[in-house]
């Protein structure tokens, strides 16, 4: 059976989507087979950051309502493979989200794919409950200021109280993917320094991603930023994160600083 992620913050704008699209393709590129699920319903950009608007027929909702089957649903990505879309519905709402056909589906999914990574719409709302119910583990998304940080520690507490882990007592393996960070301005006092959001949220370090224009420009593409510039500093920090994800330890270097930060992935047990 596959492992489902959820992908999520409580503030909109983070880099959700954009994390969902980076992280499944790093996976598939180490040849495993990867689903990201669309939870955003009406509000669908998944589907646009892979390159797959033209290609949706039908999406998740129609799989959830027997309006179509999953494998009617499932794009393969055109440069890998092993990577696979389902697309929100850009025209129903949440409602139409069923706790039993999410269920179905996912379960589905588990079967035959290693990964499922679900994006999750920003909020506490029916959609991001829906999206964190079945995962094994979370990556929680925030930008370095005090709103996104303090928005997910809300979120940090739902995946601890309203997942099928947690109504089985077990407990939820928690990262903190950082995104659009500086140094600099971290250094100038104009965002939160890593340490403080760490001290904040508590929970270990999957990735920094660094403040860089090659991430708008890949979206804009319509490409995951590991697959349009591999090279390039958010593309090796998102392949990076992915090997953590695998289990793999790694450490963290700070981007524009050259002290890494090994201790604070590892030497701080998750919340």
Not at 117 to 129: H, K, L
Not at 133 to 153: F, G, I, L, Q
Not at 227 to 238: E, G, I, Q, T, V
Request: glycine share 8%; with cysteine.
């Amino acid at each position: 059976m596959g492992k489902v992620i959820v992908v999520t913050s409580g503030k909109g704008g983070v880099g959700k989507t954009t994390s969902t699209a980076a992280l499944g393709a790093a996976l598939a590129q180490n040849g495993e087979r990867v689903v990201v699920v669309d939870f955003d319903v009406g509000l669908r950009n998944l589907d646009l950051v892979m390159g797959a608007e033209r290609r949706v027929v039908y999406d998740l909702v129609n799989v959830i309502q027997g309006e179509a089957k999953l494998t009617q649903a499932l794009i393969r990505d055109k440069r890998l493979e092993s990577l696979f879309l389902l697309p929100a519905s850009q025209t129903r709402d949440k409602d139409n989200l069923t706790t039993e056909g999410v269920d179905r589906v996912i379960t589905e999914l588990k079967r035959v794919f290693d990964w499922v990574i679900c994006d999750s719409p920003a909020g506490i709302e029916r959609g991001a409950t829906l999206a964190m119910r079945h995962a094994d583990m979370a990556v929680v998304v925030t930008n370095p200021e005090v709103s996104s940080v303090r928005d997910s520690d809300r979120i940090i507490g739902l995946l601890d109280s309203k997942t099928l882990k947690a109504e089985r007592g077990e407990r939820m393996e928690k990262h903190l993917m950082l995104t659009r960070y500086d140094s600099a301005r971290a250094d100038r006092g104009d965002m939160l320094k890593v340490d403080d959001v760490l001290e904040i949220l508590s929970i270990p370090l999957v990735g920094i991603i660094p403040e860089s224009s090659d991430v708008l420009r890949a979206s804009n593409m319509g490409a995951p930023v590991t697959l349009a510039d591999a090279r390039c500093a958010p593309a090796m920090a998102y392949f990076e994160a992915a090997r953590r994800l695998r289990g793999e330890q790694l450490p963290i270097t700070i981007p524009g600083d050259k002290r890494g930060i090994f201790g604070k992935i590892f030497g701080r047990k998750a919340a």
